[in-house]
């Protein structure tokens, strides 16, 4: 059922938004939060299973000192406080796949809490900071994962039958949990999108998780309501579950405000629910109502010992966290003289690392984005692996850059020497020697491999000479062919037109 | 009846070693001794015969190539039904497990194995451990071979009463509130305790994560030592698992010296509510304990007597949790699919019927305990009076080195006679509690029989955590002076039963 819907400036000029966003985490530890099970995404059901995941009688947990340890990265990474001692507690509530009927969590003792996280926006006043309050970033363990079989829908009623996958249940989840966002204004769609964003992008330098949210390593519940005025208290709010994109979090946030504007504008209420994204159609559906009052009966896990981070491991991990990604990211666009849509293809092809290695070592910036994005990319995808699986030094891309400068490699050349590198030939001056790679800058040569080219296309010598010196290009090319790549194009085009006498 | 029945299980280990027996003639002697009185007992949910025998027998060839055994090698055991045992039934004596057999093996099961005893059986007790009497188990009650009218107590009762009927020399239980050492105190056997964190909880079906602890059942001290030291230890695969050495309960069993040693009698667990025959030989062990070169002093508990409150409500809301895995999706007994029903309906279905009424009205109250609103009221307050025993304990042991009490406020009841009234039956277990609300070691010992109706009566002893061994060598000094005064195993004045 379609439900109504107000145009979103009526809206926004009627109600002030409050947002609220819970992004749940996959950590990318090896093992399960409390047993030895592999992690792998995509094994066969049920495969990545034993007692303790399966929640058989008389399993005990045994905790991942990893996730406690990315927890606690994560929570320096958003500024938060990290607690000195806290513990885990069980969330009671019946479901099939949560194989224990509790799921181990954190409930008034989170591991870290009180951070922010600034995120950036396009504003009509231009960029803007907004600053996102962060409540507190917990660890919970994942459950396994339902199918229902039968029926049109694949949710649970009107299926045949349901089959559970264990295999996620135990998969260490991280949940980060703002306050409310205030403040937002009309902005509120970009800013839970760019605020999920800069979380991403954090936790892809903190390398904890590989949050891809096609696969559900990243889930962003997002919170949304109204109210009439930023003086009037908050209003009743709905929870939109599993928005799985970045573009999808913004569409839920303007479709949620357009959909509780026309509510409230006739008078009805807001009924506090979780809701279904759909996105196909770019409307929420109504799930299951929810109370705050929600009993999950919750109490200290019994099975677990307490975690009291010492101080100083937690000054250890904070020394050695990477630079926020929002810092680093403005600073290299300042540094390198980029464009953002450059910096965004730079960050998308998940060069940057290598390239900052290479531009480090001494190489031009252009030079090493050039060769990460482009050839070495290629290469990369040619044959399924990941950049950093290429053996490509930064000192292999500085000598190539320099014989490039001293004119003694062009970039065929160059790319035929970055193959020997890639194939393990030695270093790049023993490849050069040992491939014959070198431009061939005596003039005889040339001029014998042009005389035979324009003999075996004699018509071109009068399209040139008749101005069309595009026709050139055929004729750079035969001589280049000839020469197995080894001459200066450039200087191939000059005699040329030398030997035409004609002047571009 | 083959008089291997009788024997001690380190006489037994040494027969076996030195080839004077084989363990298959033990192991088949206790089965022999089961087939005949197990009828009458009900001890064994299942008994192993194949397996019981082809462990014996590896145990055999071991001997024959020479190999070096373990301690109790050779030794037949019976296991309470709560630990998990691979390709063997696990029941916990609930419907709601019938037909479960684990694909593992607990590790305090591995370390038997490991060790060469031989595991004949799984026995009886109270569902999912709730109980004192072992009436509450969904397979029949088991009987106490003092008086087969009675009950041989509870959660344990099966591993007591297959130790003082001596089908086994040995037996496992496991100690949530008294569960080792009350059945112990009314059968006439030993039973401990361990600190919480010394034997693994790995594999053994939680009732109360925070209280349950296994421990050793036998009929002497120094076997219950021997079996101590073979399940006790630190495990990786238990987070509450001590790391550190276990406390050589062996030669605390073999020194039995108390002498200059000072004994605290707990002023709150005695007195009223304690049958006079029970008060009648703590006296006299009292007083022989003060002949053996120890100095007796009174100390005071003030919080014991909330213990009990506090430990029904801390007991049923972990159990609440703990018990809601049992929904019938991944394991165990089914109800009420036919295809029509959701899958809470299917849950629900299979919790009403797999669960008796005792393991029901704990779930209840816990889950009212826990919810919203009362949880500060209830389970807040319990763990409150939880510090306050703690801080009970650790005063008292600033003074003394042991404590002693009663185990049990009485001898064994008749069978039926306080099911009805669980505010009754749980104050059978008002003197052990304590002990487990602290996580401190606490064993069972038989001082006697009661005058008035001629039943065992257990004096309990307590240590400080990790201090287990001082239990062995106060238990073992008192049990020396006894069987000399006596004239043997306080076992050996119970009734031949039926059968035998």
């Known amino acids: 059922m379609t439900e109504a819907t107000m145009n979103y400036d009526e809206a926004i000029s009627k109600f002030d938004p409050v947002l609220g966003l819970e992004v749940h985490v996959e950590l990318g530890t090896n093992t399960k939060m409390f047993c030895g099970c592999?992690?792998?995404?995509?094994?066969?059901?049920?495969?990545?299973?034993c007692p303790v995941c399966l929640g058989l009688p008389g399993a005990l947990p045994t905790l991942n000192k990893i996730g406690v340890e990315s927890a606690i990265r994560i929570g320096l990474a958003l500024n938060c406080e990290i607690a000195e001692w806290c513990r885990f507690a069980r969330k009671n509530y019946f479901y099939p796949d949560m194989p224990k009927n509790f799921q181990?969590?954190?409930?008034?003792?989170?591991?870290a809490?009180?951070?922010?996280?600034?995120?950036?926006?396009?504003?009509?006043?231009?960029?803007?900071?907004?600053?996102?309050?962060?409540?507190r970033a917990h660890m919970e363990e994942d459950t396994g994962k339902n199918s229902h079989v039968g029926g049109a829908t694949g949710r649970i009623h009107g299926a045949d039958y349901s089959l559970v996958d264990y295999n996620r249940a135990g998969i260490p989840l991280i949940e980060i949990v703002t306050k409310p966002i205030t403040g937002t204004g009309k902005y509120a769609p970009e800013v839970a999108k760019a605020y999920v964003a800069a979380l991403r992008d954090i936790l892809r330098g903190l390398g904890v998780s590989d949050v891809k949210m096609e696969q559900g390593s990243l889930r962003c519940d997002v919170n949304l309501s109204l109210r009439e005025t930023p003086e009037s208290k908050l209003g009743t709010r709905s929870e939109t579950k599993n928005v799985n994109s970045l573009r999808s979090v913004e569409r839920a946030v303007r479709y949620e405000v357009t959909r509780h504007a026309a509510r409230l504008a006739a008078g009805e209420q807001i009924v506090q629910e979780t809701r279904h994204w759909h996105e196909d159609t770019g409307i929420s559906t109504s799930g299951r109502p929810k109370s705050d009052a929600e009993d999950y009966r919750y109490f200290p896990e019994p099975d677990l010992l307490p975690i009291a981070p010492s101080r100083e491991w937690v000054e250890e991990l904070r020394a050695a966290l990477p630079e926020n990604p929002a810092v680093r990211r403005a600073r290299l666009v300042a540094d390198w003289g980029l464009s953002e849509i450059d910096m965004n293809t730079v960050i998308n092809s998940g060069a940057l690392d290598l390239i900052v290695e290479a531009v480090d070592a001494g190489v031009d910036p252009a030079a090493a984005r050039k060769w990460w994005t482009g050839e070495l990319a290629r290469i990369a995808n040619d044959r399924a692996i990941e950049l950093e699986e290429l053996p490509v030094l930064p000192s292999h891309l500085k000598r190539l850059e320099e014989l490039i400068a001293a004119g003694s490699l062009n970039d065929k050349l160059a790319r035929q020497a970055l193959e020997g590198v890639i194939a393990g030939e030695g270093d790049v001056d023993a490849i050069v020697a040992a491939r014959g790679l070198a431009v061939v800058s005596d003039d005889g040569p040339l001029l014998a491999a042009i005389d035979e080219a324009l003999a075996a296309d004699p018509a071109v010598v009068e399209t040139i000479k008749s101005g069309k010196l595009a026709a050139a290009g055929s004729v750079v090319g035969a001589v280049m062919k000839a020469t197995r790549g080894q001459a200066d194009a450039a200087r191939v085009r000059e005699l040329l037109f030398e030997k035409l006498g004609v002047s571009e | 009846m083959s008089d291997l029945i009788k024997k001690d299980a380190s006489e037994l280990a040494g027969m076996v070693a030195s080839r004077e027996v084989s363990a298959v003639e033990v192991a088949q002697a206790h089965l022999d001794r089961i087939a005949a009185v197990d009828g009458a007992v009900n001890a064994f949910l299942h008994v192993d015969t194949e397996g019981a025998l082809a462990s014996a027998s590896a145990v055999d060839a071991k001997v024959k190539a020479g190999e070096q055994l373990s301690v109790l090698a050779g030794v037949p055991l019976g296991l309470k039904d709560i630990l998990a045992t691979n390709g063997l039934p696990t029941t916990c004596g609930s419907r709601v497990l019938d037909g479960w057999i684990p694909p593992y093996d607990a590790t305090v099961v591995t370390k038997l194995r490991e060790a060469g005893i031989v595991i004949l059986g799984k026995t009886n007790m109270d569902e999912f451990a709730m109980g004192s009497s072992t009436e509450h188990s969904a397979f029949g009650p088991t009987h106490n071979p003092w008086d087969l009218e009675r009950i041989p107590g509870g959660s344990g009762g099966g591993s007591s009463a297959c130790v003082s009927a001596f089908e086994a020399p040995l037996a496992i239980g496991t100690d949530t509130g008294g569960s080792i050492r009350q059945p112990a105190a009314v059968t006439g056997s030993v039973g401990v305790k361990p600190t919480y964190g010394g034997v693994s909880?790995?594999?053994?079906?939680?009732?109360?994560?925070?209280?349950?602890?296994?421990?050793?059942?036998?009929?002497?001290?120094?076997?219950?030592?021997?079996?101590?030291?073979?399940?006790?230890?630190?495990?990786?695969?238990?987070?509450?698992?001590?790391?550190?050495?276990?406390?050589?309960?062996?030669?605390?069993?073999?020194?039995?010296?108390?002498k200059g040693m000072k004994v605290g009698v707990i002023k709150e667990l005695g007195g009223e509510g304690y049958q006079a025959g029970v008060r009648t030989r703590f006296d006299e062990s009292v007083a022989l304990i003060e002949s053996l070169g120890a100095e007796v002093v009174e100390v005071s508990c003030p919080s014991f007597p909330a213990a009990l409150a506090a430990y029904y409500l801390i007991l049923p809301s972990e159990a609440s949790s703990n018990l809601a895995k049992f929904d019938g999706i991944r394991f165990g007994n089914r109800v009420g699919d036919d295809g029509s029903k959701s899958v809470e309906q299917v849950m629900s279905e299979t919790r009403a019927a797999g669960f008796g009424p005792e393991v029901t009205r704990r779930i209840i109250l816990g889950t009212y305990a826990l919810s919203a609103g009362y949880y500060d009221a209830y389970y807040g307050q319990a763990q409150k009076v939880r510090t306050l025993i703690k801080q009970d304990f650790d005063a008292s042991f600033a003074k003394v080195d042991v404590l002693i009490s009663p185990t049990a406020p009485t001898t064994a009841f008749k069978i039926g006679e306080k099911l009805d009234d669980p505010l009754a039956m749980y104050l059978n277990d008002v003197a052990t509690i304590p002990v487990n609300m602290a996580g401190l070691p606490g064993m069972s010992l038989p001082i006697g029989l009661a005058p008035e109706d001629n039943l065992p009566v257990g004096l309990q002893i307590i240590a400080p955590a990790m201090a287990d061994d001082r239990l062995y060598n106060v238990g073992a000094a008192i049990e020396r002076e006894l069987l000399t005064k006596w004239g043997g195993p306080i076992l050996g004045l119970a009734p031949e039963l039926a059968g035998a």
Request: glycine letters at 6%; a negative charge.
């Open chain 1, 38 to 49: 592999s992690t792998v995404f995509g094994a066969a059901p049920n495969t990545q299973v």
């Open chain 1, 113 to 135: 809490f009180e951070g922010y996280l600034d995120v950036e926006i396009d504003t009509d006043e231009g960029r803007k900071t907004f600053r996102v309050p962060i409540e």
């Open chain 1, 104 to 111: 181990t969590s954190q409930y008034d003792e989170p591991i």
């Open chain 2, 201 to 258: 909880r790995y594999g053994i079906v939680a009732l109360a994560s925070s209280l349950d602890q296994a421990g050793p059942c036998a009929r002497n001290v120094l076997d219950t030592a021997l079996l101590h030291s073979v399940i006790a230890g630190h495990d990786p695969m238990d987070s509450t698992s001590i790391n550190s050495p276990v406390p050589d309960v062996i030669a605390a069993a073999k020194r039995a010296d108390i």
